[in-house]
């Protein structure tokens, strides 16, 4: 750290020079030059007057390698190659000179006095190059068999250090469209996905799965666009598809214990959001046994969450230093709504919303120089990628993916997105 202008100047009426100074606390000797006069200038005291005749200090570098050299001057006085190589001390019969530049231009002082300021610059390379010596190598032979097996070391508190498993399962849009002269339900939310995760939620061990929203696309209650025929009483089987695959992730998981967490998304608010332009009457209507309990039409009590033992968050699900969130940001680009999570933040965040898969970290350093990493992360959707759900097209850039995410006393540790491409995912050395 460079010290105050008095010492600096304390210092050098010492007998420090400024080069010293620059040298002593890692600077240039501009900077401390700058601040010794301004200090003397504030404090009034003498500042010599440099006469307009004065001769400018030469500057020579000088720069040798093994067989190579460069040797500069920025002078008034320097002005030509032989002066440049007679002041710099070259050795002509050990060095010749391969190139050399000279320029000249004007500089006008404080005074308005005009000079020239010359520039001299030289290559060299050595007469007799230094002969390079490689030392003599040879192979290193061992007998594996007399090698000692090295041991893992474990540490003593492992015992202690259980793990904490997160299944994210990110924009289902439970949904249909309907054939207008067949009936038949053509779905969004794409089954053979969500299979995959059950498999794997009823194969390992898992302690939460978390929706992180837009379960419902609630396709039919959309302000956004035209309502087509093909949304028309798609909402009830919708209910229905949703519910039967929220249960199962909790019946089939292998951990009977496991915790469902539902996050509420954009599209799973347009229910309630219709209800209160054109409804309002029924809105936060509870059943007469229960007025105190959840409103008749809610998402949470269409799709049964509170009698299945799901949690239901409005925005986010916080677990340790990381936040659940759908998030409302979409920006183009991949990677660059991950990014964007990552500002202004010292928690790691696992969104949604955008439909594909995303993973940025970055390391911070606080003012006391410690080190702390974050990342950002969405798994992808698990709806269908192909331009059925309203609002998207055959090219856009969506993809299908699941978020496992592991953590060690609140820690997150571990955070993987399976990429499921074809209907088909590999995880824990076992294809789904």
């Known amino acids: 750290m460079i010290p105050s202008a008095k010492k600096l100047y304390e210092l050098n009426q010492s007998g420090v020079s400024e080069q010293e100074l620059a040298d002593r606390y890692s600077t240039t000797r501009n900077i401390v030059h700058g601040k010794i006069y301004r200090?003397?200038?504030?404090?009034?005291?003498?500042?010599?007057?440099?006469?307009?005749?004065?001769?400018?200090?030469?500057?020579?570098?000088?720069?040798?390698?093994?067989?190579?050299?460069?040797?500069?001057?920025?002078?008034?006085?320097?002005?030509?190659?032989?002066?440049?190589?007679?002041?710099?001390?070259?050795?002509?019969?050990?060095?010749?000179?391969?190139?050399?530049?000279?320029?000249?231009?004007?500089?006008?002082?404080?005074?308005?006095?005009?000079?020239?300021?010359?520039?001299?610059?030289?290559?060299?390379?050595?007469?007799?190059?230094?002969?390079?010596?490689?030392?003599?190598?040879?192979?290193?032979?061992?007998?594996?068999?007399?090698?000692?097996?090295?041991?893992?070391?474990?540490?003593?508190?492992?015992?202690?250090?259980?793990?904490?498993?997160?299944?994210?399962?990110?924009?289902?849009?439970?949904?249909?469209?309907?054939?207008?002269?067949?009936?038949?339900?053509?779905?969004?939310?794409?089954?053979?996905?969500?299979?995959?995760?059950?498999?794997?939620?009823?194969?390992?061990?898992?302690?939460?799965?978390?929706?992180g929203g837009d379960i419902l696309d609630a396709n039919e209650w959309s302000s956004h666009w035209i309502k087509r025929p093909e949304f028309v009483q798609t909402t009830q089987p919708a209910l229905i598809e949703a519910s039967k695959w929220i249960a199962s992730f909790i019946s089939e998981s292998v951990n009977k214990d496991i915790k469902s967490i539902a996050l509420m998304g954009n599209h799973d608010d347009r229910i309630e959001k219709y209800i209160i332009d054109n409804l309002p009457n029924v809105y936060m209507l509870s059943p007469g046994d229960d007025p105190d309990g959840e409103s008749l039409l809610s998402i949470s009590n269409l799709l049964g969450l509170k009698r299945m033992g799901v949690e239901k968050y409005a925005t986010e699900y916080i677990h340790g230093s990381t936040r659940f969130i759908h998030g409302d940001i979409a920006r183009k680009g991949s990677g660059n709504t991950a990014r964007i999570h990552t500002e202004d933040t010292l928690m790691n965040t696992v969104f949604a919303h955008v439909h594909r898969r995303e993973l940025v970290t970055k390391t911070i350093i606080g003012s006391g120089g410690e080190r702390k990493e974050i990342f950002s992360m969405c798994p992808g959707c698990t709806c269908y990628t192909d331009g059925r759900v309203p609002g998207s097209s055959e090219r856009s850039n969506w993809q299908n993916g699941i978020g496992i995410l592991e953590f060690v006393n609140d820690k997150c540790l571990s955070h993987q997105i399976i990429k499921i491409d074809d209907d088909t995912c590999v995880y824990n050395n076992v294809v789904y």
């Open 39 to 211: 200090y003397k200038k504030r404090m009034h005291l003498d500042i010599p007057e440099k006469d307009d005749d004065d001769e400018s200090v030469d500057v020579i570098n000088k720069t040798f390698e093994e067989d190579f050299g460069e040797v500069y001057s920025k002078s008034r006085t320097i002005r030509t190659l032989e002066k440049l190589i007679e002041e710099a001390e070259v050795d002509l019969e050990e060095w010749e000179i391969t190139k050399h530049v000279i320029n000249k231009w004007d500089v006008t002082n404080k005074f308005g006095t005009t000079f020239e300021n010359w520039q001299v610059k030289a290559w060299l390379a050595r007469k007799n190059p230094i002969e390079i010596v490689m030392p003599l190598l040879s192979p290193v032979v061992i007998d594996v068999s007399d090698l000692r097996a090295r041991r893992a070391i474990k540490s003593d508190d492992r015992s202690n250090r259980s793990i904490t498993r997160f299944m994210v399962l990110n924009d289902p849009h439970f949904g249909f469209d309907r054939n207008v002269k067949t009936g038949e339900l053509i779905p969004y939310h794409n089954e053979k996905i969500l299979q995959i995760a059950l498999d794997i939620v009823s194969e390992h061990h898992f302690d939460y799965v978390l929706w």
